[in-house]
């Protein structure tokens, strides 16, 4: 009798061992590790923003941008969403001033950005090679492709960063990244474990496409934006 009830206890326990190993899947291995929420975290960038145009000297911003995880809230299906606070200046002695305010959700299959009232999916799960999605699935905007890749080592050396030594845990969505003798369209954001987005890089720029100046890459016009991580933590 007692035979029978040691193994019927142990039968119980490895079921339980089962059911919590396909339950509880780890952050890390589907790759949600990569976009963490909690209210009171921050991440500190500063910013280039360079605007190119056809008559004027090219106009170049250059500030620090502070995103500020502040409250969460039941969304849809009780998904929590995270109020995402954004805040700017330009000077490090100067006040943050409140430039914007983003929603963020993450799931087992997803993690969207709502940007100024358009949702964009930022990553899907589980990681997987060659993964490739939609990133405007949630909005009204053509299909746009989006790949997940290892950072490559040309980019990583592009990145200056005090923080770099964080890249040999990043991963980089490519968004776009189309170039010719007239037009580079380069969009990516790189992604590091347990930190959340660290380098962004949104490149549209036109050239010269004129006989005299054809594959000088003379940029008529357009945009070269680069956010990069500088601090991150947890407010106190």
């Known amino acids: 009798m007692m035979l029978r009830s040691f193994l019927w206890v142990s039968v119980v326990c490895c079921l ?34 360079i605007s190119y145009s056809l008559l004027n000297e090219p106009d170049t911003q250059r500030y620090l941008l502070r995103e500020v995880i ?58 997987t090679s060659e993964l490739v999605w939609d990133g405007n699935a949630l909005n009204a905007k053509s299909a746009d492709r989006y790949e997940l890749q290892t950072t490559s080592e040309a980019l990583s050396k592009e990145i200056e960063s005090t923080i770099d030594t964080l890249l040999h845990q990043s991963i980089t969505v490519v968004q776009s990244n189309v170039s010719s003798l007239v037009s580079d369209s380069i969009f990516s954001e790189t992604y590091v474990n347990n930190v959340g987005l660290f380098y962004k890089k949104s490149v549209n720029l036109e050239y010269c496409a004129e006989e005299d100046c054809l594959g000088q890459f003379i940029i008529d016009f357009g945009r070269d934006y680069r956010q990069t991580l500088t601090a991150y933590g947890k407010i106190d």
């Open 16 to 49: 339980l061992a089962c059911e919590s190993d396909t339950t509880e899947p780890s952050f890390t291995r589907l790759g949600l590790s990569y976009f963490p929420v909690e209210v009171g975290s921050f991440r500190e960038y500063v910013v280039q923003d």
């Open 70 to 127: 502040t409250d969460s809230f039941p969304g849809q299906g009780n998904e929590l969403v995270y109020r995402l606070e954004r805040f700017s200046r330009f000077l490090p002695d100067q006040s943050w001033k409140l430039d914007s305010v983003w929603t963020a959700r993450v799931n087992t299959q997803r993690a969207v950005v709502v940007e100024n009232n358009t949702p964009f999916v930022k990553l899907v799960f589980p990681f």
